[in-house]
Nanobody, 127 residues
């Protein structure tokens, strides 16, 4: 069974940075597409970034493109989300999510339906 465990959330001032980690167990990264999904208070969940099973492709929604960066460490079976220039609007619970894909892909979509979910971490951007 695939398990996803997030870490790295917390309180940060506007303009600051955080790095979220998603430790994956049960499957290797070359067999799953991993995404980061966030849910702000009172709002629907929003997929914001993804990385393909090959690690070749990444994608972002416009609101975070240029500020957030998704990456992975295959040896550690961990996916990261580097978040820079954080704004109050980035305050949310951030979830690591994934679905299985064993085939080479031509990309990924942050809005793709996810099958497996972590429990989430809180990110609070406030002065």
């Amino acid at each position: 069974q695939l398990q996803l465990v997030e870490s790295g959330g917390g309180l940060v001032q506007p303009g600051g940075s955080l790095r979220l980690s998603c430790e994956v167990s049960g499957l290797t990264l070359d067999s799953i597409v991993v995404g980061w999904v966030r849910q702000a208070p009172g709002k629907a969940r929003e997929g914001i970034s993804c990385i393909s099973n090959t690690g070749t492709w990444t994608n972002y929604v416009n609101s975070v493109r240029g500020r957030f960066s998704i990456s992975r460490d295959v040896a550690e079976n961990t996916v990261y989300l580097q978040m820079d220039s954080l704004q109050a609007e980035d305050t949310a619970t951030y979830y690591c999510a994934a679905y299985r894909n064993f085939l080479p892909t031509s990309g990924c979509s942050p809005a793709a339906p996810m099958k497996f979910w972590g429990k989430g971490v809180e990110v609070n951007v406030s002065s």
